[in-house]
């Protein structure tokens, strides 16, 4: 890079829009930009601005960039070549060899994309180089042509050249300018904007007010998918920032459900993912993984990272800049930053536009799904229990499984030799569409509990173990009727019995649904993305 002299061609009487050069585009002037991109390549002495303005000269010399001032100059803006500032290089480190001309109006374009562009000039030997950038676009031809053919020829890649930069040897400016030179394209891997008029600066803008997020996830048998669907609900919120998910090697069932998604994913081994989270160089990280460390809490937050938990019940709790526990109304431990209650809860966007029923005096559906994994496999263990019953009552029964489950093949098995009318569902991402159907439920002690309150359907809850077990929510004040089987299936038949009660006992079941009607856990994602953008402002 020692033989490379980068012009920048700042001509304020050749702009998009008045004093461009100089307004400030988040925060930071155009021209202050370009020049931190070329000081960014190389050292300051190999840059030069070409300006007709006092102002921006003045700007130069306090950043100690060298100048040409020239008032009388007049330059095009976007077809501005090496000839056209060549006549003022006079002087001005007479040991360069190539120039490379760095149009002002690209701030999103990177240094270490201008050092791969010379390394790769000089590596073809080049004397000339423009930077190219491939469009998926259908020409228009005005020529008869059949619908087919018309149709054939969409989505054409055609390879065009960007204003944002070219490099030419010093020998071909020297030459007459009617050498002829063979170009050497360098792609961009990314369209770079080039500031054209307002819309182009509010988009450049955007872009470069964005953060980087990421989240950590866990999904696997053991502990469900609730985690990552509660963060995928958060990013799909966040369109102004970069999303990233990271998971460890033991989430095989999360990092599966990720790769449907257009978000970037890394898994990790255990040991390895606090450094690669911090090698990611995030601005905030949330945790989703249940109880975190306070150490590696204190190393993000040392890294300038800011750090939002949820479902956190370790030492990090505390620690972190905001932790958030939606399924524990009532505080298991202290600290100033910790929010607690069904008030945090996030609903997934699904269930938005969901219409609750209104109350059915006879059970017609009763839906059983338990999470995205069913540890316990309760599934098969209740199903059979009760499916005489539901078959007497004439009871339809909806059976949904998750994408985490192992036992689909079994399941099926099961359900074709059971005598009620059963329609069994494997990984749907529209449960609130068979909830709007049904009147009762059969559910573990999860998200699922919230999703039936907001539906307003009564509930019989089981709990995996003892995390869920804690789960205070799922109670007959909120409309449910928890059920503790910790002993095995020689408890199975009170399963039954509040079964029974449950479809029998109208009244009680009314109660159920009755006080269910004030939830609404509607409103809470967008209080939660208010905290999480506020705390990305902070770390600006």
């Not at 030069?48 to 008032?71: G, K």
């Not at 001005?92 to 990177?110: F, I, N, R, T």
């Not at 109880?291 to 370790?314: M, P």
């Not at 938005?352 to 006879?362: E, K, T």
Request: glycine residues 4%.
């Amino acid at each position: 890079m020692e033989a490379l002299l980068i012009v920048i061609p700042a001509i304020k009487k050749s702009v998009a829009f008045p004093d461009d050069l100089v307004k400030k585009l988040a925060g930071v002037t155009l021209i202050q930009r370009a020049i931190a991109i070329a000081t960014d390549a190389v050292p300051k002495l190999q840059v030069l601005v070409v300006t007709d303005s006092a102002e921006i000269d003045l700007i130069c010399r306090r950043q100690d960039v060298a100048t040409h001032l020239d008032p009388a100059l007049q330059l095009p803006r976007r077809a501005i070549s090496a000839l056209d500032v060549a006549p003022y290089l006079e002087g001005h480190k007479e040991q360069w060899e190539d120039l490379l001309l760095l149009s002002p109006y690209v701030p999103l374009l990177s240094a270490a994309t201008l050092r791969s562009a010379y390394e790769y000039y000089c590596s073809a030997n080049a004397r000339f180089l423009v930077p190219v950038i491939r469009l998926h676009a259908n020409p228009f031809t005005p020529w008869p042509d059949t619908l087919r053919d018309r149709a054939q020829a969409a989505g054409q890649v055609s390879t065009v050249e960007s204003a944002a930069f070219s490099i030419t040897s010093r020998t071909l400016l020297e030459a007459k300018e009617e050498a002829k030179v063979q170009a050497l394209a360098f792609p961009l891997e990314d369209e770079l904007i080039e500031i054209c008029d307002y819309q182009d600066w509010w988009l450049c803008e955007k872009l470069l007010n964005r953060r980087r997020i990421v989240f950590r996830v866990i999904g696997h048998k053991a502990v469900g998918m609730g985690h990552l669907y509660r963060c995928l609900a958060l990013a799909h919120e966040i369109s102004d920032h970069e999303v990233y998910f990271v998971c460890d090697t033991e989430s095989v069932a999360a990092a599966n459900k990720l790769a449907g998604y257009d978000y970037w994913l890394g898994a990790y081994d255990p040991g390895a993912i606090e450094q690669a989270i911090l090698d990611l160089k995030p601005d905030l990280v949330v945790n989703d993984i249940l109880n975190t460390d306070a150490n590696y809490v204190h190393r993000l937050r040392a890294a300038g990272v800011r750090v939002v938990n949820f479902e956190d019940l370790g030492s990090g709790a505390a620690e972190a800049d905001l932790t958030i526990n939606d399924l524990y109304d009532e505080p298991q431990l202290s600290g100033a930053r910790i929010l607690w209650g069904q008030g945090w809860f996030i609903l997934r966007d699904e269930f938005s536009d969901a219409l609750p029923q209104p109350f059915q005096d006879r059970v017609a559906r009763l839906l059983i799904t338990f999470g995205g994994t069913d540890p316990s496999d309760f599934t098969r263990r209740v199903l059979p229990l009760i499916a005489p019953y539901c078959a007497d009552q004439e009871i339809g029964i909806d059976v949904v499984t998750g994408d985490g489950y192992g036992h689909v093949e079994a399941l099926e098995t099961l359900i074709a030799g059971l005598p009620a009318e059963i329609t069994y569902t494997h990984a749907t991402g529209v449960i609130s569409q068979i909830m709007e159907t049904a009147q009762l439920a059969i559910c573990s002690n999860g998200r699922t509990v919230y999703e039936l309150a907001q539906m307003h359907i009564p509930a019989l809850v089981l709990s995996h173990h003892a995390r869920e077990l804690s789960h205070r929510f799922a109670c007959e004040q909120n409309g449910f009727s928890p059920v503790d089987i910790p002993n095995g299936p020689e408890h199975d038949p009170k399963i039954l019995q509040v079964l029974h009660r449950l479809v029998e006992d109208v009244a009680y079941r009314r109660k159920l649904f009755d006080s269910m009607q004030h939830h609404s856990f509607s409103g809470n994602k967008r209080k939660v993305v208010e905290r999480l953008q506020s705390l990305l402002k902070e770390a600006r």
